[in-house]
């Protein structure tokens, strides 16, 4: 592909050449030579890359893609010069960066941009009294440029009159490559001496009398020990300069331009201005005030299957990725209703914008007062560019409109600067202060009220916990356990709630004795107690779903037990939230009728108080589970085709400690980390680095999984404590519209947390649900939600164990399990960066040089294990990672047959998309079956035009199949319990059909009792 050097201003002299960058963004990343030119002399060339899957993972993996290395700017630096912009935040890495960054972090947070609103609103009265009467203006200079400028003077803490070389400054350090600009090199020199003159006659100022401003904040930190040297603090001032200033210039300057340019968006602004907040994310989106910046590789890798070596320049264009069609419906368009909008205008990962927040709120008041003011402003000829690859920004820019009288300044005095963090309590709530359990106004009736629960994996006991508070509100003298604690001690009085989930049609761990004993149980000992029951599951396990609540549900009525209300079913594939609160409302209403108390909305005392710390902790392991740190012998890709385009399976090998042993069939349970950079994102939200230390203080008796009044940094909280990408329930919603004032922003949550809103046209089914949006995700699209951190801590709930089942043998590895994992990573369906399942990325990134993770043995407590006679013929299903299990029972064949024992035939039905992809530990099935240790039947769905699947080889197999089901054989499925696991049941009804002589009922009738006998087995996950 021959495209021009896109590092050079000419091919940007008329705007964005989009078509350009689209050419390249199909291809990225392109390889660029770099040749000499008038104002340049050449250089090594650089990759630029355009996509926006690729832009992302640059801009998220500073350990690859350096910012320090090179800089940022894609020429080549002098090394004096280099040194010198390493110096700036922008050219830092973590660590560095994040402690640099740490120091204004909590300056930039929304919650303290939104306590600026008042100050920002009359700037923009102000800047629009200036300009109103005129009629015809300069748009660039006297209002997109005027109004970051007063924003900036109060940010900086320094005079509003000062404003003006603010701007002189800036254009010099923006403009000194520009032809055009009338900069000489002695020139800028002098202008860039000034300018840093200037802050340091500031930063005395600030040093002898600090003030609530940025640079008080910035002058009086220390980093690394002491405080900032003059060099770091001229830089520092540059680069909240330019920060603070030109890119709030282009977006509003763009903004008009844009409206000028399509009118039929102008109108449907004008006719609805809650618009604006969307509008301006297009704003962004199509014309991103920053087009490119430069990364270093640090080491090789590979980006989009070209390989990318150490010390490769790297240009990641926003430009191009924000019109990348994959991501965009109708990218060219300028839609100003556009949702979702994730675009990178603001950049992505460490280096994200800190002052995104800012830019917008500015943007947002000033077009408010601007349009409501003049509402036929416009662009009124042409506007002249800057010439610039780097900023996407404008000299000049005419406009007219009808004049108007001043109004004045507004009525209420700004304040001159942002205090430096923010209270805690939502707006529309007094601050949360008494540590008690529930409020003094509760209903205290005393009633019993025993809450149980059945779990494996967290959903249920977070279920059953919120129920315990609720019923603490209501004034129920209350108690919380497991179900296995009143196996056969339940009361015979008063309520029971009791939320339980299924395990692959099998009681949760903590449920089986309950389970065991309600089974047996007769007569009717519970006559005199009232209960409801709530079950969680997933409808992909279609046979099992909901099996335990209901023999629970059946069982309690049996013994006599009356039904308050009748039994819900969360469902982890649906709306589990919207399910959740169908239940719990008529529940505690059909409670109230029966005491004759009209319960209202239950109230909890806020459960943490967050106190941040100057030092730091030894890290302490969190684990509940028993876990042991067991270290990673092996890890290495399975697949062979490009992993960028087809996925990723890693073959994962752990070394187990000494005492600890498994057997074939068992589960290994993985603790997992948060990554690095979703800990930072969820960081930084709040204006804290990740490693700042704090302690949790209990406000109530309530129990938590959180470390209370331990030392930790927010990072280990945040990573080792926490689910974060869960999909927000409805109550988390409403808790975000009680920390919100903007009158754009809080119907739009409250919308979305709406009750009675569970059908398939919903707001929370279509914009949370569907797209699997957390509260980051929410936090990050609301910016004017001014949550505070420890109401989002309350919120959240413990990072839970994944399993995976074992796919090895004791036999063959007795000291190493091993495990197949499926990596989840692909474009977030709430269309903000990247999704990447937490475990199965924390286990691909553990190298096999030492590092750790923290695990258990779980047995899986069913039948799901190769029969005790090694000579039962054995059937195996499993497409994908659902070889894993199979893979440890063909080990353990193998080692008995090598033993001396006899082995029964066996048949494995394995699939994959196509023999040079995915074809999972092929060498060694293949050898399994030429050492006759299984027949081997592989299933390739995309080798060929007609896609062919495990069912489809069992019924290929219909005789031989069969045979062996006639001589007791037993068959196993592991995989997709939605799709593959019915459709395999299906397949085996018709193999008995065809050749056992059965009709369709008979053959279907003959399957269930392979499943009743205990002769069809499953271990089967739901898709979601």
């Known amino acids: 592909m021959n495209l021009p050097d896109i590092a050079a201003i000419e091919p940007f002299d008329h705007g964005v050449p989009f078509d350009m960058l689209a050419e390249m963004r199909r291809a990225s990343p392109v390889w660029i030579p770099e040749p000499a030119s008038e104002h340049f002399g050449g250089g090594p060339g650089y990759w630029a890359v355009g996509r926006h899957a690729d832009v992302t993972h640059v801009a998220q993996n500073p350990q690859w893609f350096s910012s320090w290395l090179g800089g940022t700017t894609v020429r080549e630096q002098r090394p004096k010069d280099l040194e010198q912009l390493r110096l ?83 254009n010099a350090l923006i403009a000194f490559e520009d032809p055009d600009s009338g900069f000489d090199r002695k020139t800028f020199r002098e202008l860039v001496l000034e300018m840093f003159a200037y802050a340091s006659a500031r930063t005395l100022e600030k040093r002898a009398q600090p003030t609530g401003d940025v640079w008080s904040l910035v002058v009086n930190a220390e980093f690394e020990g002491e405080q900032l040297s003059k060099a770091q603090l001229d830089r520092f001032f540059q680069l909240l300069m330019v920060a603070g200033n030109e890119t709030t210039r282009n977006l509003i300057a763009h903004g008009l331009m844009l409206l000028s340019t399509y009118p039929e968006q102008r109108r449907k602004l004008m006719a609805d201005l809650s618009l604006l907040p969307s509008a301006i994310e297009e704003m962004l989106r199509f014309a991103p005030p920053v087009i490119q910046f430069r990364r270093t590789a640090s080491v090789d890798t590979e980006l989009n299957g070209r390989r990318i070596r150490a010390g490769d320049k790297v240009l990641i264009c926003f430009a191009a990725a924000n019109r990348d069609e994959t991501v965009f419906d109708r990218p060219d368009e300028f839609d100003i209703t556009r949702q979702p909008n994730p675009h990178l205008a603001f950049g992505n990962g460490t280096h994200f914008c800190i002052g995104a927040n800012l830019a917008r709120l500015e943007a947002r008041v000033f077009f408010t007062e601007l349009l409501t003011r003049l509402p036929d402003i416009e662009v009124s000829g042409p506007a002249i560019r800057a010439r610039s690859s780097f900023i996407n920004g404008f000299k000049h820019m005419p406009a007219r409109f009808t004049p108007a009288p001043r109004k004045g300044p507004l009525a209420h005095a700004p304040s001159p600067s942002a205090p430096l963090m923010a209270a805690s309590a939502p707006p529309d709530e007094p601050p949360r202060a008494a540590p008690t359990d529930a409020p003094a106004t509760a209903p205290r009736h005393g009633t019993p009220m025993l809450v149980l629960y059945g779990s494996n994996f967290g959903t249920a006991e977070e279920v059953a916990h919120k129920l315990a508070v609720d019923a603490r509100g209501h004034g129920f003298d209350t108690s919380i356990d497991e179900l296995d604690a009143y196996s056969g001690q339940l009361p015979t009085s008063g309520y029971l709630l009791i939320v339980c989930a299924t395990y692959n049609g099998t009681p949760p761990d903590n449920a089986r004795a309950f389970i065991r ?329 553990r190298n096999d040089d030492g590092d750790v993770v923290h695990a258990f043995v779980r047995d899986p407590q069913t039948a799901f294990r190769l029969p005790a006679d090694p000579r039962t013929p054995i059937i195996m299903i499993g497409p994908g990672t659902g070889l894993a299990p199979f893979r440890g029972f063909l080990q353990e064949r193998a080692a008995q047959r090598a033993g001396g024992q006899a082995i029964g035939e066996a048949m494995l039905f394995f699939g994959c998309r196509h023999p040079e992809q995915d074809y999972l530990y092929r060498s060694e099935l293949q050898a399994f079956a030429r050492d006759g240790i299984t027949e081997l039947h592989v299933a390739f769905s995309r080798l060929k035009a007609r896609k062919i699947y495990v069912q489809d080889l069992l019924r290929e197999q219909c005789e031989r199949v069969w045979s062996l089901l006639a001589r007791g054989a037993m068959v196993y499925v592991c995989g997709d319990a939605s799709h593959m696991e019915p459709d395999v049941r299906s397949a085996l009804a018709d193999v008995t059909r065809m050749c056992g002589g059965m009709n369709d009922e008979e053959a279907r009738a003959h399957v269930d009792s392979l499943v009743s006998g205990g002769r069809y087995l499953v271990d089967v996950w739901a898709t979601g």
């Open 88 to 170: 700036m935040m922008q050219n830092m890495d973590p660590p560095r960066h994040s402690k640099m960054r740490k120091i204004v972090n909590r300056a930039f947070t929304p919650q303290v941009i939104n306590q600026l609103q008042a100050s920002i609103e009359a700037h923009a009265r102000e800047v629009v009294d200036a300009i109103c009467e005129k009629g015809e203006i300069d748009f660039l200079t006297e209002a997109a440029a005027e109004m970051p400028l007063l924003v900036l003077a109060d940010i900086l803490g320094v005079p509003a009159q000062d404003r003006h070389k603010l701007f002189e400054w800036t």
């Open 517 to 845: 004993w309600l089974d047996g149980a007769s007569g009717t000992p519970l006559a005199g107690l009232r209960y409801s029951v709530f079950g969680c599951g997933n409808s992909d396990w279609a046979s099992t779903f909901q099996a335990i609540p209901q023999r629970i549900d059946a069982g309690l009525a049996r013994l006599g037990a009356q039904r308050v209300h009748p039994r819900g079913e969360g469902d982890a594939k649906d709306d589990f939230d919207g399910c959740l609160d169908a239940w719990v409302q008529p529940t505690w209403g059909r409670i109230g009728n029966d005491l004759g108390i009209e319960f209202g909305k239950p109230v909890a005392g806020a459960l943490y108080g967050i106190e941040v710390l100057e030092t730091k902790r030894a890290r302490a392991f969190t684990g509940t589970f028993d876990a042991r740190p067991m270290r990673v012998a092996v890890n290495h890709e399975l697949r062979t085709g490009p992993v960028q385009e087809i996925g990723s399976t890693r073959h994962i090998e752990i070394e187990l400690p000494a005492d600890v042993s498994y057997r074939t069939g068992d589960h290994l349970g993985v603790l997992p980390r948060n990554d690095e950079t979703l800990v930072q994102r969820a960081a930084a939200r709040f204006g804290l680095a990740p490693e700042t230390v704090i302690r949790i203080t209990a406000r109530t008796h309530r129990e938590t999984f959180l470390p209370v009044n331990e030392r930790i940094t927010l990072g280990e909280l945040l990573a080792d404590y926490v689910e974060l990408q869960n999909v927000a329930t409805r109550a988390q919603i409403r808790t975000l519209a009680a920390y919100c004032e903007c009158p754009f922003t809080r119907p739009r949550l409250e919308a979305l947390a709406a009750d009675g809103q569970t059908g398939e046209n919903g707001p929370y089914r279509a914009e949370v649900l569907s797209r699997r949006r957390s509260v980051l995700d929410l936090l990050d699209t609301f910016a004017a939600i001014q949550l505070p951190l420890d109401a989002y801590l309350e919120m959240l709930p413990p990072l839970s164990p994944r399993f995976y089942s074992i796919a090895s043998s004791p036999l063959h590895a007795p000291h190493r399990c091993s495990l197949t994992v499926s990596v989840v990573a692909g474009p977030a369906r709430s269309g903000q960066g990247r999704y990447e399942g937490v475990c199965s990325n924390h286990l691909a990134r």
